[in-house]
């Protein structure tokens, strides 16, 4: 038999069509704002590579993307604090209109540090979207340009996000039933 993703999801969050909505949206906007210019985006691996995907292709702007990777969570569901780049991008970005494209802002720490790396390598520009945003555990106040939805305190998996690497490939969002892992402080 198929696998069940049901059996460990709590409740859907975010349907597939309410984030290929909201997703065109976004890009709308985006278009509106770079009208003329031509983008690079940088997708957070890996949460972000849907997101990423699904927007860049709704883009009314000449664009190009370029990832990085850093220290994530691990196996565990909080944040440590702790960043460091595991792959850094392709090219400079130097002179180049630079959005940064993220799965979920937690508590802010990786955008922060992000952003104060990105912008050392001058850019003409540098913006932020993230598909889901968690406010209630913000330790570092960044500011989102682009934001998709605001969601709980809760885990949530699917459409990029993972728990021990699992369950990126939901085409929705949805919440991990707690019993299936422990949160590690
Ligand atoms: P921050 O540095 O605490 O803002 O954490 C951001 C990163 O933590 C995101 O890019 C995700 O990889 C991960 N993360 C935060 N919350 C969740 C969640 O609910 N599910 C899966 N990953 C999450
Ligand atoms: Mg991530």
Redesign the pocket.
């Known amino acids: 038999m198929s696998w069940q993703p049901e059996a460990d999801l709590q409740e859907v969050l975010l349907t597939e069509a309410q984030i290929k909505t909201r997703v065109a949206e976004m890009a709308r906007q985006i278009t509106r704002d770079y009208d003329g210019r031509q983008l690079l985006l940088i997708g957070?691996l890996k949460?972000?590579v849907m997101f990423l995907a699904d927007l860049v292709r709704e883009l009314g702007v000449k664009a190009s993307i370029d990832f990085i990777a850093v220290s994530?969570?691990g196996s565990s569901?909080k944040?440590s604090?702790a960043?460091r780049i595991l792959k850094d991008l392709d090219s400079s970005i130097d002179g180049k209109d630079v959005l940064v494209v993220?799965?979920?802002?937690?508590?802010?720490?990786?955008?922060?540090?992000l952003v104060n790396t990105l912008k050392a390598r001058k850019p003409r520009s540098l913006k932020m979207a993230a598909l889901?945003d968690?406010p209630s555990?913000?330790?570092v106040d960044?500011n989102v340009d682009y934001l998709g939805f605001q969601?709980p305190d809760?885990?949530?998996?699917g459409y990029g996000?993972?728990?021990n690497e699992d369950y990126r490939h939901l085409p929705y969002v949805a919440v991990?039933k707690p019993e299936l892992y422990r949160e590690v402080d």
């Not at 993220?102 to 540090?113: A, F, H, N, P, S």
């Not at 809760?154 to 998996?157: C, I, L, N, R």
Request: aromatic residues 12%; without cysteine; hydrophobic residues 45%.
């Open positions: 957070i949460g972000a994530s969570y569901t944040s604090g960043v993220e799965d979920i802002v937690d508590t802010g720490l990786t955008l922060q540090y889901l968690k555990r913000r330790k960044v969601i809760k885990f949530v998996v996000l993972d728990f991990l």
